[in-house]
């Protein structure tokens, strides 16, 4: 974490686990991935939790293995915004946010992304949705069908309940160029499958990291917390791609112990 134009930042990758990284991330017999994974970078967005709801023993165990500082940010189950798109799903919605509390202080932002399906015809079941969500968490809204840049009450209601529109980089989904929210969400997504290999970088996009920074430096001073996660699909490997971006950042933070890494 650090501070910067009056903005906490926060980078990371999208998701920890992936077996191309031990050798290039993760050293020879690197026993727990994500505490060494907590001493190169501040925050993560969990993947995993997409696909099923985790236990509250799993959850607990990510709290005892990351440092206090560390924060994690965590989609919203699949089940509840691609199989159920968001009809009658308050029940599952429900039990995964009472796991995911177990991560107290250090959950950051809950991501609901939207199947793609999803349009912005269907902008009343959204509403009736979010507006269900308990308080008690930060969140941020990712729509990813194109036609959700035509509907302005979208952004007025994320405003109204705080929050925020997420701001991806992706071939086909959309790019909303706001800020809805006291926190933003920033996803370098790439295409997916764009990279079967994730052990290196493979397509560097300079000119894009510094476009994303220079956006970054310019987000309004109504931000206070700045959340930005990497996937492996943007370049190629997230852990270096992360790096990068963190070097363009005025006051850019480095952990103790990435200090002399090499960048991939």
């Not at 020879?28 to 967005?45: I, M, N, P, R, T």
């Not at 015809?121 to 990813?144: C, H, N, Q, S």
């Not at 499958?193 to 560097?204: E, L, M, Q, T």
Request: hydrophobic share 40%; proline share 6%.
């Amino acid at each position: 974490m650090w501070y910067s134009l009056g903005m906490e930042f926060r980078l990371g990758t999208c998701g920890w686990s992936f077996d191309d990284w031990k050798g290039p991330f993760y050293p020879a017999g690197c026993k727990d991935q994500l505490a060494y994974y907590a001493e190169q970078f501040d925050s993560v967005e969990i993947d995993s939790t997409w696909y099923h709801i985790p236990s509250r023993k799993v959850v607990e165990s990510w709290y005892r293995r990351t440092p206090d500082a560390f924060r994690f940010s965590a989609k919203m189950p699949g089940e509840v915004t691609h199989e159920r798109r968001f009809r009658e799903a308050e029940t599952v919605a429900a039990a995964f946010l009472a796991n995911i509390a177990g991560l107290e202080e250090k959950l950051a932002v809950i991501l609901v992304q939207f199947s793609p399906r999803i349009q912005a015809g269907e902008l009343t079941v959204v509403e009736g949705f979010l507006r269900g969500l308990p308080r008690d968490f930060d969140y941020a809204v990712e729509p990813r069908h194109k036609s959700w840049l035509q509907e302005p009450r979208l952004l007025e209601l994320l405003r109204e309940l705080d929050m925020a529109i997420v701001q991806a980089d992706h071939a086909y989904y959309p790019f909303f160029d706001a800020t809805t929210a006291g926190h933003a969400y920033v996803r370098l997504l790439g295409r997916h499958g764009a990279h079967p290999d994730v052990s290196s970088i493979h397509d560097r996009r300079d000119d894009d990291i510094r476009q994303w920074a220079e956006r970054l430096r310019s987000l309004p001073g109504s931000v206070e917390r700045v959340f930005v996660y990497v996937n492996n699909q943007f370049e190629g490997h997230s852990p270096a791609t992360v790096r990068r971006v963190r070097e363009l950042l005025p006051g850019a933070w480095t952990p103790p112990s990435a200090q002399g890494m090499l960048d991939l």
